[in-house]
């Protein structure tokens, strides 16, 4: 039997946000928080993904889309 069998919940928060780096950088971030079980334990995974370059070439096509 396996330890890790129990069935968690779905992603509970997915969204975008800004982040304060520890240099005083602001980046875009994008975070998701999943539960899961480890070791019949529930627990949160949370992943955080620098969207900044992303978030910046959305801006630039939208500000020239605007220009045509």
């Not at 899961?36 to 889309?65: G, H, P, R, W, Y």
Request: glycine residues 2%; aromatic residues 6%.
């Amino acid at each position: 039997e396996k330890k890790n069998s129990k069935k968690a919940s779905n992603v509970r928060y997915h969204g975008q946000w800004q982040h304060l780096k520890k240099d005083g950088k602001i980046i875009d971030v994008e975070i998701s928080t999943t539960s899961l079980f480890l070791n019949e334990e529930e627990c949160d995974l949370t992943t955080v993904n620098d969207v900044t370059e992303i978030v910046k070439a959305k801006n630039l096509l939208e500000e020239s889309e605007k220009n045509f």
